[in-house]
């Protein structure tokens, strides 16, 4: 048997201002979904404490565990910035963040990088530096309040690091030797891996394909966000039986991957979180549609990725 067990979750996002975390609670709870990732939002990093101590409280009525926040529009990405402010202000809310998943009794707090503006890609190194050392100085302050992880999303272009499985290793590879150097003052370290991300250059050409990518990371693995899309990874949506005619992505081939490669992840238990956005966002015509999609695409999942 493998001794890694997989769970299939989902990410908060395609509530956001349209259903409230009760309806999506009570929802996981009837199609036996246990696992919630907070995706980010405006407010998140300037609300108390009460409202994520309530929602914590929220949760588990409906058996629901808030197990990772994460974010969701690109928005601590302040160490590729060369305007005055944005680097630390990016720290300030990146520590927000680390509290709010400590209220939430999350294990796991992160984000992708975020992006070089493509004007400036000459600074993607000097900017690259500068989130590693912004990174070891969170996985200090996260050991601080008792997070166990600080997640990192690799992302699909070359102004997005890592990308690449060069950068992948190479960041991966950078934070956990800082880890193991002071294992006792640090939290570890871990990528949240996108299935659906693969990497086409410039010109039009597939240079790695989503599961070469995934691969490279599955020595720094934690968990996984789950999401269908197309042979350009440009759209990316659920796992409806429409959206499966149209998509490219095999579940079944990431949760093999997962299985015969137990022995090299970091973690023996691997949460796979549905991400998508749902149906157009504030529409009478379409935000009704939204729990009829989260249920057929979790059902699909809970078919093809879990292991428990």
């Known amino acids: 048997m493998p001794d890694v067990t997989l769970h299939v979750g989902i990410k908060t996002d395609p509530v956001e201002y349209r259903y409230s975390y009760e309806w999506l609670f009570r929802l996981m709870a009837e199609e036996g979904i246990r696992h919630a990732q ?47 402010g944005w680097q630390t202000v990016t720290f300030r809310m990146y520590r927000r963040m680390i509290e709010v998943g400590v209220l939430l009794g999350a294990s796991a707090v992160g984000g ?13 190194g000097i900017g690259l530096w500068r989130y590693l050392a912004m990174i ?22 070359l102004a997005e690091p890592p990308t690449l499985p060069g950068e992948i290793a190479a960041v991966g590879d950078e934070l956990a030797r800082y880890h193991a150097e002071h294992p006792d003052s ?6 949240c891996v996108d299935i659906a991300h693969g990497y086409i250059d410039q010109d039009g050409m597939l240079r790695h394909d989503e599961v070469a990518l995934f691969r490279a990371t599955l020595p720094y693995l934690h968990h996984v966000h789950l999401k269908n899309t197309d042979e350009r990874f440009e759209a990316t949506f659920g796992f409806t039986a429409a959206e499966r005619q149209r998509g490219i992505i095999q579940v079944e081939t990431f949760r093999d991957l997962l299985l015969a490669n137990a022995d090299a992840l970091q973690v023996k238990e691997v949460v796979g979180y549905l991400e998508i956005a749902g149906p157009k966002l504030g529409r009478d015509y379409s935000d009704h549609k939204l729990g009829g999609m989260l249920r057929e695409s979790l059902r699909y999942l809970r078919q093809t990725f879990r292991s428990d």
Do not use: W
């Open 186 to 191: 640090t939290s570890g370290v871990g990528y």
């Open 136 to 157: 070891k100085q969170l996985m200090d302050y996260a050991h601080t309040v008792g997070l166990p992880y600080v997640t990192i999303e690799p992302m699909s272009c």
């Open 112 to 124: 992708n990088p975020g992006a070089v503006l493509r004007d400036q890609l000459g600074f993607k």
């Open 38 to 84: 907070l995706g980010s939002f405006v407010e998140l990093y300037l609300l108390p404490d009460e409202f994520f101590l309530d929602l914590r409280r929220q949760a588990r009525r409906y058996g629901v565990t808030l197990s990772s926040v994460f974010t969701t529009h690109r928005e601590l990405g302040g160490c590729f910035r060369q305007e005055p």
